[in-house]
């Protein structure tokens, strides 16, 4: 295992970080406690240079600004391994931006590696086995256990090297440059809070309910809401999504037929039941007037022309997709499909002007596309 320090202040973090600001290129990652607090937070920050990580506690820290600064330094490369969590994390707790992103399990993408899970490519490149029980546990207990410890500074341990090994291939194959834009729009997500009015707008599903279904579906997710802020608990561990449903769906009034239609267990029904069954009664007596309505989204109608140009589109893809060795709803998904099927490019000034595109997805395939319209009405 990698030799490791931890940094338990602030003038520890500053030392650490202006040490490592004379390195090229570093490793990190970030454990949270999303699986067991209402309110997720970091936890932990690993840090990787060339002969040394950094285990990071972010409860002892009060300014984060050199770390900040390391992320935002523009001559170093920052590798994540599939980044999206982290860079939205790092935005809502520290409002920092990584410059110069390598993420691998984007840049495993460019190369068709169907196991891209750290775990796997760790098992691939280095023999490494890794124990997932540690994605799950609580990440915000002190003092860390041992095996925690290790698990935490193997997820960083490596990254250098494998970073070095995928992009030697993509070089090979001229995908850098497809890669780094991608990276480019990663590092550029920024954190959305979960827990916006109205809070079926985020429920899978609520676009198909009726208005009376969505006004129960309402007050049962505030419920939800509230007593997992009450009990410092993630809203899974509270009621899932699927007892919801049911309950919006079938308007149990009795607490009884909750349990008995297997919408809550006794046990959530002896500690919800009867809060669940305000937030259904309230929700039956508003009157028509005043109940929510899914917002929607007005989509362009889709004539036989457009229809054939999508299909055509889906075609070529799925052709492309083998021969250029990458996933169909990586290459292309279907939403930017139908948007090109829209506008019906048909020249390289049109292509070059359709900026829902990336640059690399123009290059990769915008003569094919172009010719694909080509051929449709």
């Keep these: 295992m990698l030799n490791f320090k931890f940094v338990e202040s602030d003038g520890e973090l500053e030392t650490v970080c202006k040490g490592l600001g004379r390195e090229k290129i570093i490793g990190v990652d970030l454990e949270a406690d999303s699986m067991h607090c209402f309110k ?11 002969d040394e990580a950094f285990l990071v506690d972010p409860f002892l820290i009060n300014d984060f600004a050199p770390f900040v600064a390391l992320l935002e330094n523009q001559d170093m ?12 994390s790092l935005d809502r707790e520290m409002g920092c931006r990584i410059e110069n992103l390598f993420d691998t399990e984007i840049a495993c993408r460019f190369l068709n590696v169907q196991e891209r899970g750290l775990g796997a490519l760790l098992k691939e490149h280095f023999g490494i086995f890794v124990d997932k029980r540690f994605q799950k546990v609580d990440w915000s207990r002190r003092p860390l ?19 070095d090994r995928i992009k030697e291939r993509l070089v090979k194959c001229n995908r850098l440059a497809w890669a780094k ?48 802020a009450k009990k410092d608990l993630p809203l899974f561990k509270i009621i899932s ?58 989509l362009p109608r889709k004539n036989p022309q457009v229809l054939q140009r999508i299909d055509s589109l889906k075609k070529m893809r799925d052709r492309l997709s083998v021969s250029i060795g990458m996933e169909p709803g990586f290459l292309i998904n279907n939403a930017l499909i139908s948007a090109i099927a829209f506008k019906n490019p048909r020249t390289p000034e049109a292509m070059e002007n359709m900026e829902t595109m990336r640059n690399w997805q123009k290059e990769a395939m915008g003569d094919e596309i172009i010719k694909t319209l080509g051929h449709c009405n």
């Design 40 to 50: 997720e937070k970091i936890c932990l920050i690993q840090i990787a240079g060339k």
């Design 77 to 88: 490369i920052k590798i994540f391994h599939g980044a999206d969590f982290d860079v939205r």
């Design 145 to 163: 256990k041992d095996d925690m410890i290790a698990y935490s500074v193997g997820d960083v341990a490596n990254l250098i090297e494998l970073h």
């Design 181 to 228: 834009e991608e990276f480019e729009a990663q590092a550029s997500v920024k954190y959305e809070p979960n827990h916006q009015l109205p809070l079926f707008k985020k429920f899978k599903g609520a676009g198909k309910m009726d208005n009376r279904s969505l006004a129960i579906l309402e007050n049962l997710l505030q419920v939800r809401l509230d007593m997992g």
């Design 241 to 298: 999504n699927q007892s919801l449903l049911a309950l919006a769906t079938h308007r149990p009034k009795a607490i009884e037929t909750m349990v008995s239609i297997r919408a809550l267990s006794k046990k959530q029904a002896d500690m919800y039941g009867h809060l669940c069954q305000e937030a259904i009664s309230s929700a039956l007596a508003l009157s028509h007037g005043e109940l929510p309505s899914y917002p929607k989204v007005r």
